[in-house]
């Protein structure tokens, strides 16, 4: 089955603790609607990508869509999670529905909101993420996880401090042209580069500047099994897409190799016939910039322990050979655990059809998306295409 992109719609990421989800819902969805030329009634069913684990103390929440909408009323609506990449899993079971042939055009929510926890409640949610029973008492959270990653790399490598700030300040210089981002500003290398009392030190050698956004927000994408003739979009469509799975304790594997990541890009490149020559950029998933380092190397741009010299030498800038996260990334983009996946499909989807605006790269080609769950566990990629 052939299965397209044929309408986006994305609320801005921030900090909007007083916005209920039911809203973030109509705002993602209305849009997304729109741009497909569709009216609820034409969806056969609803795929809600929604992490939660206390975020907000409503659960069952692949029902709201009908109280947000009351349209989707007797619409067949399901929920996923899978940490991170809780809104690819929703994407991959909305295309699970179709290739089986129950479905043709399916809505897919990305939704979260964090804001209305404190700081350490946010860090005790996300915790659950990890392998609890070796790593749950981290009192950083998933920063600590992956200050501890950072902590081994630069033991084993040497220090990646300026690797690290460079693609920090690259992603938040994407940011600014991001009219969904979070934080629209750009803080330079010498910030990120330096530790102040605004860039303190949070886990190991990660930085304030090294870590992605507790942010708000919601996207959603309409998926069909053929293009759409009344869409006001130009489709997009998937060449591949791939999902690895690894050990979640990171105590039975190396913590500086994404194994699992590096077997989806090669799977999924294979399954496309392409090769990363043939991309013309990478959403990727850069919860904190160790993560973008390591995951430049497993996408094979270096090899183990040279991942730095791709940020370095340019090679991921807007301007380079393989542009990353023209978006932002969740480093400026903001990281709504639930609409991350989602989100990035927007992008995505943006690029590809032409619709990106002062984030549209200066390249054609086709399109990666990366999202993951966890410390590299659940690792999903999507090799796009214009229709």
């Known amino acids: 089955m052939t299965a397209y992109i044929t309408g986006w719609g994305h609320t ?31 969806i056969d069913g609803i795929f809600v990508g929604h992490f939660n684990a206390g975020f907000v103390g409503q659960d069952f929440t692949a029902a709201l869509p009908a109280v947000a909408m009351t349209e989707f009323r007797h619409t067949p609506a399901m929920r996923t999670e899978n940490a991170c990449a809780t809104g690819s899993a929703a994407i991959w079971a909305a295309l699970d529905a179709m290739g089986a042939g129950r479905m043709k055009r399916t809505l897919v929510i990305g939704m979260e909101k964090m804001n209305g926890l404190k700081t350490p409640e946010v860090a005790a949610t996300l915790i659950k993420c990890s392998y609890v029973k070796e790593e749950g008492s981290d009192p950083a959270g998933f920063a600590g996880i992956f200050g501890g990653i950072a902590t081994k790399y630069f033991e084993r490598y040497g220090d990646q401090s300026d690797a690290l700030a460079a693609i920090a300040a690259k992603n938040h210089a994407n940011g600014m042209h991001n009219p969904y981002a979070h934080m629209r500003r750009d803080f330079g290398f010498d910030f990120c580069r330096t530790p102040s009392d605004k860039n303190p030190f949070v886990s190991g050698p990660l930085k304030r500047s090294d870590c992605s956004l507790v942010s708000d927000g919601a996207a959603a994408l309409v998926l069909s099994t053929e293009p759409l003739p009344g869409a006001k979009v130009r489709p997009v469509k998937w060449r591949s897409r791939t999902q690895v799975n690894d050990f979640m304790p990171m105590s039975r594997r190396d913590p500086t190799r994404f194994e699992g990541a590096a077997m989806a890009w090669q799977k999924g490149l294979a399954a496309a016939n392409a090769t990363l020559d043939d991309l013309a950029f990478v959403e990727t998933h850069d919860c904190f910039t160790i993560a973008e380092l390591l995951e430049y190397e497993a996408m094979g741009l270096a090899p183990h322990g040279q991942g730095a010299r791709v940020i370095l030498d340019g090679v991921t800038r807007k301007d380079g050979r393989l542009p990353v996260n023209p978006s932002g990334g969740l480093k400026s983009k903001g990281h709504p655990i639930g609409a991350t996946g989602v989100s990035q499909h927007v992008m995505a989807a943006m690029q590809l059809s032409g619709t990106a605006g002062d984030m549209q790269v200066g390249r054609n080609g086709l399109g990666a998306v990366f999202n993951m769950g966890g410390s590299a566990v659940a690792s999903y990629l999507s090799i796009l295409e214009a229709a």
Do not use: T
Request: charged letters at 25%.
């Open 12 to 42: 801005a990421f921030g900090k909007f603790d007083q916005v209920e989800l039911e809203q973030m819902i109509r705002d993602a969805v209305q849009p997304a609607l729109a741009s497909a030329g569709l009216a609820p009634q034409d």
